[in-house]
């Protein structure tokens, strides 16, 4: 989840905000943010609602684009 991190901190957002405004803990965050855990499809459409990035941009830190 390279993007989800990048767009976090482009941002200025701490990982306790964005947890409070998804309803999660921000430890969670943290896992999915260091590839500990994987989030759901429901919350990566969350994530990506939250942030207004694709869920490509979330997991590859980049938008996805064809070959």
Avoid: C, T
Avoid at 29 to 51: C, I, Q, T, V
């Amino acid at each position: 989840m390279k993007g989800l991190r990048m767009v976090r901190k482009e941002r200025n957002l701490n990982q306790l905000k964005v947890a409070m405004d998804l309803n999660i803990s921000r430890e969670a965050l943290s896992y999915y943010e260091n590839g500990k855990r994987e989030p759901s499809l429901a919350m990566l459409n969350k994530l990506s609602a939250y942030f207004n990035v694709s869920i490509d941009f979330l997991i590859n830190g980049e938008e996805f684009k064809k070959k």
